[in-house]
């Protein structure tokens, strides 16, 4: 259980500084990071066994329907990246207590820190896919709070928006890519997708699901042509800059890209894709870095170098080019998160990030020089970094690929020309901040120099920690990074990682040589930068932000376009595109039959099926015939209904027959209400093409429903009509197996569905409560309406049937566990007696003799049933369990009691409710007298 407390602890660490910002910030700092580190030691806990080759892992049951298990798992490329999400992720925080100004919301920055670092933990540590898919998410939602932390400015706002599009539809690409691949598997259990690679490239779905992957990891980690989101993120503040450019967001691709490599990878598509795109990456953004003024400009162009560069390694694929990619996301997360907190220093001290405006800082911040210094130098590549030792062995790859066949020899070319880029800009970085005079306008020098200073040592020492680190791991690679690289590459290929030995010097050889020519060459570049900038003047500059922006706007206009053609208001122009498209899709279904008639015959018509089925015909027809005498329509709509009744009466479904009777009267009822709020007469005026569209829409449907009807009545189907029929007295108790099946098998439906019926009763109620309509005192013809409003022969029959009805009702419900009845016949009934009782007496004269809050007897009824399926969990059994058994009564004998009768009360009670909300509310909206703007 020691995996699990590893996010547990960073989670609780979201919480600890909001409930510590208020003791002063450096208490909330070190509140603060006491989770992390907590954490990072229980990771160190399992290095002895990672290192010897284990894999420790921890499942727990989650969703196991839909393959979903809180899955943990560290192996060595989990460790390599929870070292550095904890390691580097602590030092930038202890950075920020420093970088945030005093008017800063100290609790709320460090709470989304400490997510986004809960995200990137869960998606190294996630042992099930669709497990690491939540938490690829959850970074997106963390670095869009974090990238607009500053909401008040704009670049940030669109920066965040930026970077949450772009990635999240990455992950919804991803996500499908995850789907195809668990459907190939048969599980999404990490490791079981890693053990069936061959499976997953033998699949005709694989170069889908790659493009998917691909697409969900280049999104991520900023891969051409997807880079432009992270440049337009450094809007964000430093801290954040530092920690998604090193160690986290951007990483999660390359990341993915590693950890998927058994199964996706050792195919010709995954190394052209990986090793095209990488490379195109690699220099495209290497050229913009040279040509960068804004100093996080710079460092986030050459991120998105060094991202390429990893990508391409993992796309050359070879056991040695695995590992030298291992090695370069260490190396880089060390320089590079060390490069930004001096950004951020350099920032804080002079208030510019302009790299022309500043200049000749050595003398004032020897310190924070000494610190760009080593991490420069690490990025650059120069020996004895580590940076050096990555770029050799990348060298060394690129010349042994063949990859594009004779073309090949590409690759080396121009991988030494990006190497010459990441010389010239890294350098550029140096020598312009420390040593060089800077570069500025007449005005500007009219302006006071700059004044700056180093900063205090808690600032300042997780960088130079770091900075450090890019200088001893070059030094010392075989003591300190050799294992954890090395378990961290067997992670990668699956299989046994290669000798390899990381030093500086292996002799003098290509690699070398190639290294030098990038230095030489760099400085060259450097040297007349001048000349390349005037070369990139030529091409006219294009914001990625403001294209981004038009885009979406463009996007925004169209689907506008689109909902006005399609929402007009027009419900019949709604109803036609629903059955059309009910009709291509049932027609598409039908096209796949080979034969419309099945195997078995049709049933014999009789006399009555005749009968009813004319009645039906009569009653659809006469319906639309009569549409302009909107009651006579409704009465035809009824015979229907009726007709329908009585079909299931025929076909022995007496208890869809009761229903069917029950809400064809409440349906009844709450159309002629309805009606009343309508105009009295319908448009005279109907166009022939639409009833042509009409005619032909509808005898189309219903030709493709009566084939569909045909080719199922003659088919064998699977049902699970006979485990309900077996299991309904044993198992439920009861014998109508329709009611078990609702208030015991299917529970859980039924307490959703009376969910939704009482909250619609809700806002009906609340939406008519005060309403109130002029009722007027005549038809359009001038008739005017009868004076008695509540007739009287309506008022007796109705005060008759109200007993007959509820005893009724009362015996439909007591039955209705093992005979045709139960709560929801039960309520619909009891509903339409006690609205015939409002229709015939008037809201006011039966609302003094029943008194009834109708919404409270709703959510009773609601909460009943709620409570029952609670009351299983005292006893040890799942939600909605039912119980039953049988007692002995005297003088009554013996009687089956079963809990299903509480939860059957409580649908009773929301249906009654329900209903009698919206009748009722509906039926009393209209007034003899105009109302006032004060009554309405």
């Not at 808690?458 to 920690?465: I, K, R, S, T, V």
């Amino acid at each position: 259980m020691s995996l699990l407390w590893i996010p547990l602890l960073t989670i609780i660490g979201t919480l600890v500084p909001v409930m510590t910002s208020r003791h002063g910030r450096k208490a909330c700092v070190a509140a603060t990071l006491i989770a992390p580190l907590l954490a990072l030691g229980l990771v160190l806990m399992h290095a002895p066994a990672v290192f010897a080759g284990e894999v420790v892992s921890l499942q727990i049951s989650w969703m196991p329907l839909l393959g979903l298990d809180l899955a943990l798992r560290i192996d060595g490329l989990t460790l390599l990246f929870a070292m550095l999400i904890l390691g580097i992720g602590s030092l930038i925080l202890l950075y920020a207590g420093y970088y945030l100004s005093a008017a800063e919301d100290d609790g709320r920055f460090l709470a989304y820190m400490m997510l986004f670092m809960t995200a990137m933990l869960g998606i190294a540590m996630a042992d099930n896919l669709l497990l690491l898919w939540l938490f690829w998410e959850l970074t997106s939602i963390s670095s869009f709070l974090l990238i607009g932390f500053w909401g008040h400015r704009s670049d940030a706002r669109r920066g965040a928006r930026m970077a949450l599009t772009v990635t999240g539809a990455g992950g919804l690409a991803l996500l499908a890519g995850i789907l195809l691949i668990g459907q190939i598997v048969g599980s999404f259990a990490l490791s079981d997708v890693l053990a069936a690679g061959d499976a997953i490239r033998a699949s005709a779905h694989y170069p889908l699901i790659l493009v998917l992957v691909l697409f969900g990891a280049f999104t991520k980690s900023a891969q051409f042509p997807f880079h432009f989101w992270l440049p337009h993120a450094m809007a964000a503040p430093t801290p954040v800059s530092a920690f998604l450019h090193s160690a986290t967001m951007v990483k999660a691709g390359v990341f993915l890209l590693a950890r998927l490599n058994p199964a996706l990878g050792d195919t010709a598509l995954w190394a052209i894709a990986l090793s095209l795109v990488g490379l195109a990456t690699m220099l495209y953004a290497a050229w913009f870095a040279l040509l960068e003024r804004d100093l996080k400009g710079i460092l986030a162009f050459s991120t998105v170098s060094h991202l390429g560069l990893i990508t391409l390694l993992l796309g050359l694929g070879s056991p040695l080019a695995i590992v030298a990619a291992v090695f370069h996301i260490l190396n880089h997360a060390t320089f590079k998160a060390a490069l930004f907190m001096m950004v951020g220093i350099i920032d804080h001290e002079t208030g510019t990030r302009d790299i022309d405006r500043l200049g000749a800082l050595w003398s004032m911040m020897p310190l924070t020089g000494t610190m760009t210094i080593l991490a420069g130098s690490a990025m650059a590549g120069f020996p004895p970094f580590n940076g050096f030792l990555s770029k050799e062995m990348l060298f060394e790859q690129s010349l042994i690929n063949s990859l594009l066949g004779a073309l090949s020899v590409v690759i080396p070319l121009l991988v030494v020309v990006a190497a010459m880029l990441s010389v010239a800009y890294s350098v550029r970085l140096i020598y312009s901040l420390f040593f060089a005079e800077p570069k500025l306008t007449r005005e500007q020098k009219a302006q006071p120099p700059i004044q700056a200073h180093d900063p205090s040592r808690g600032m300042l020492a997780p960088g130079l920690f770091l900075a450090a680190m890019s200088l001893l791991v070059g030094l010392f690679p075989m003591t300190l990074a050799a294992p954890l690289v090395n378990a961290a590459s067997l992670a990668v290929q699956g299989e046994t990682t290669p000798l390899f030995t990381l030093a500086l010097w292996h002799g003098i050889n290509a690699p070398l040589l190639m290294s030098l020519a990038a230095v030489a060459g760099g400085i060259l570049v450097l040297r007349h930068q001048r000349y390349f900038a005037s070369l990139a003047a030529l091409f006219p500059s294009r914001n990625a932000g403001l294209i981004f922006e038009a885009a979406i706007q463009r996007i925004i206009k169209i689907t506008l376009w689109l909902t006005l053609r399609l929402e007009n208001g027009s419900l019949q122009r709604y109803q036609a595109l629903l059955i059309l498209c009910a009709l291509v899709m049932t027609a598409i279904g039908l096209t796949r039959l080979e034969t419309l008639t099945g195997e078995l015959g049709l049933q014999p018509l009789d006399g009555m099926m005749i009968v009813g089925a004319s009645l039906m015909i009569f009653g659809a027809i006469g319906s639309a015939l009569s549409h302009r005498w909107r009651l006579v329509s409704l009465l035809m709509l009824s015979v229907v209904g009726l007709a329908v009744s009585l079909t299931f009466v025929r076909f022995s479904a007496p208890d869809l027959a009761l229903t069917q009777l029950s809400v064809e009267v409440a349906s009844m009822i709450l159309m002629i209400l309805a009606l009343f709020f309508l105009p009295q007469r319908p448009p005279l005026l109907v166009s022939g093409r639409r009833i042509l569209r009409d005619l032909i829409l509808a005898a189309s449907l219903g030709v493709v429903v009566a084939m569909l009807n045909y080719a199922l009545l003659t088919r064998e189907t699977l049902t699970i009509a006979d485990y309900f029929l077996r299991e309904s007295l044993p198992g439920g108790g009861g014998t109508n197996v329709v009611n078990v099946i609702l208030v015991d098998f299917r529970g859980f439906d039924t307490l959703g569905e009376i969910t939704v019926l009482t909250l619609a009763g809700l806002a009906t109620f609340k939406l008519l409560n005060r309403m109130r309509l002029f009722m007027p005192s005549g038809n359009l013809e001038g008739i005017r309406w009868s004076r008695h409003r509540h007739p009287m022969i309506l008022a007796v029959v109705a005060q008759i049937l109200l007993p007959l009805a509820l005893l009724v009702s009362v015996y439909i419900f007591l039955r209705g566990h093992n005979q045709p009845g139960g709560g929801f016949i039960a309520g619909l009934i009891t509903s339409v007696a006690l609205i015939l009782q409002y229709m015939a007496r008037g809201h006011d004269w039966t609302r003094q003799r029943l008194p009834i809050s109708y919404p409270v007897v709703a959510v009773s009824g609601l909460a009943i049933a709620v409570a029952t399926g609670l009351a299983s969990w005292l006893f040890g059994y799942p939600f909605l369990t039912s119980a039953f058994g049988h007692f002995h009564i005297p003088l009554i004998g013996e009687i089956e009691l079963a809990s299903a009768m509480l939860f059957d009360l409580g649908v009773y009670l929301a249906v009654v409710g329900a209903t009698l909300m919206i009748l009722i509310n509906l039926g009393r909206v209209t007034t003899m007298h105009r109302p006032t703007l004060e009554e309405r």
